[in-house]
């Protein structure tokens, strides 16, 4: 048998969306088939023997067959022009629950950080959800607490059209996204609502916004706002988060 050289760890995996990508862009998930042929000691007895079983593609398998095909087109290193469409990286991610106000079933909140190669600071915010985390225990993990906040309805209403729907107060796309990274770090998704801290996650997302800021218009000291300075929003989906 040979040897494991590394031990993975899906922390978080949206089968619903991955395939969506996967037919999108004519990636096949197919299972495979396996073929094996046995050969009788007995010479009395036929010679050879085909059989074939059905093989389920492993979740490794699958994000290495989506990274093949799109991974090209993922930005890692944020020096490229705003406006990407995938994103992956690795590093320090925290994942966070919270009750959507208008929705029934509990979120997550994925957030990581990077530097550009450039020096350009970018915050990356990634919606998802609950059930997509099989390690999450129900009672034996933070919280899920709603959003009293005045720009929740705009906040909502903005995740779920996937950021083509932008019609309250924060009317464009620099401020619907300071707005969002506001909201997450003063209700608690960046500290007391996390349930999984990883310092060496890889993640792959599917970008829905993304705005580099305009130093002249915003002034944002850390502070209570916001957790770091930063230059730059991508707020998006995850597909996968996983550690190895």
Known sequence: MPELTTVRRYL????????????NNDISLKPRWIWTVRSPVLNFLPQLEAASQRQNLSRHAIAQ??????????????????KVV???????????????????????????????SDGCRVEVILFGSLENCADYLAGAKAASPGWPSSSTRDIERFIKSRGTVNDGQYDDDESIAVEILRTVHNQGMLGRY??????SAEWFAEVFHDVVLDKDRWDLTPGHDVPERFDRIVIGAPLWVRTG
Not at 93 to 114: D, F, G
Request: zero cysteines; a positive charge.
């Open 65 to 82: 067959r989506l990274e093949a095909t799109i991974g090209v087109h993922a930005v890692s290193d944020f020096v490229t022009p705003a």
């Open 12 to 23: 978080y995996w949206s089968d619903r969306r991955i395939h969506d990508v996967a037919q």
């Open 86 to 116: 995938f994103a992956k990286g690795r590093g320090h991610l925290t994942i966070a629950s919270y009750k959507p106000w208008y929705s029934k079933k509990r979120a997550v909140i994925a957030r990581t950080r990077t530097v550009s």
């Open 194 to 199: 996390v349930f999984e801290r990883q310092d």
